[in-house]
């Protein structure tokens, strides 16, 4: 069974600060996504990863970057953490192509005071 | 832009009512299609999914959802529900043009009542 593991299930910090999420995949798979998910906006695209050290821009990428120097690894980096940016931070893996459904990690609530 | 829509912020339904929840979407091309629940405090798990074929497909725990692509519509429906299916469902879609990348809707939390 494929699992995605993000580092943290909390995290609270400090407004400026530089935050780092961290996903982790066992199942070899091409692509990674960092999404979010607030209420009443379903989860909307940061970013992306279709191979080690490519990333392409998603829906709301301002305010993020990304890292991917593994396969199995793919980095979520808040530059400089607003509030705005309190969310839940879910990553996902899946096979490459269109038709591979996504697994999900069990995500990132992040508070940023 | 490309965008899901579902209808329905909130539902809440009695045990054994029919449930249906409407999902549209945007996009003129060739899509594959999918519907992802949540349970409370659980992560997002692939509840049945469409990418050609018969319009009308069957996922886990009787749930099925048919494709009208007349109406850029993928509606989720079950005929009896379950306190057990209190959760939150998410219509998602894959242009086929665009590699693995899904575009989510808003989500629809379903309350059962028993």
């Known amino acids: 069974d494929v699992k995605v593991t993000q580092s943290s299930r909390y995290l609270v910090k400090r407004t400026g600060e530089k935050v780092f999420l961290e996903c982790v995949q066992d199942?070899?798979?091409?692509?990674m996504f960092w999404y979010r998910q607030d209420p009443g906006l379903g989860l909307r695209l940061i970013y992306f990863?279709?191979?080690?050290?490519?990333?392409e821009k998603g829906d709301i990428p301002e305010g993020y970057s990304v890292s991917r120097e593994k396969k199995e690894r793919f980095s979520l980096i808040l530059e400089s953490a607003s509030t705005n940016q309190t969310s839940m931070y879910l990553c996902?893996?899946?096979?490459?192509?269109?038709?591979?459904?996504?697994?999900f990690g069990n995500g990132t609530r992040l508070t940023v005071t | 832009a490309q965008s899901v829509s579902q209808h329905n912020h909130h539902v809440i339904l009695s045990e054994a009512a029919s449930l249906e929840l409407g999902c549209n979407y945007s996009?003129?091309?060739?899509?594959?299609l999918f519907w992802y629940v949540q349970y409370p405090g659980q992560h997002l798990q692939l509840l049945l999914k469409?990418?050609?074929?018969?319009?009308l497909v069957k996922g886990i725990k009787g749930f099925e959802a048919e494709f009208i692509k007349s109406k850029f519509s993928f509606n989720l429906r079950k005929p009896s529900v379950q306190w057990s299916d209190t959760a939150e469902y998410f219509c998602?879609?894959?242009?086929?043009?665009?590699?693995?990348?899904?575009?989510f809707g808003q989500g629809t939390e379903l309350s059962v009542k028993p």
């Open positions: 990863s279709y191979d080690v050290k490519m990333k």
């Open positions: 996009y003129g091309g060739t899509v594959n």
């Open positions: 998602a879609v894959n242009p086929y043009n665009q590699g693995g990348k899904l575009i």
């Open positions: 199942m070899d798979h091409e692509n």
């Open positions: 996902a893996s899946s096979r490459g192509g269109g038709n591979s459904p996504l697994h």
């Open positions: 469409y990418f050609s074929g018969d319009p």
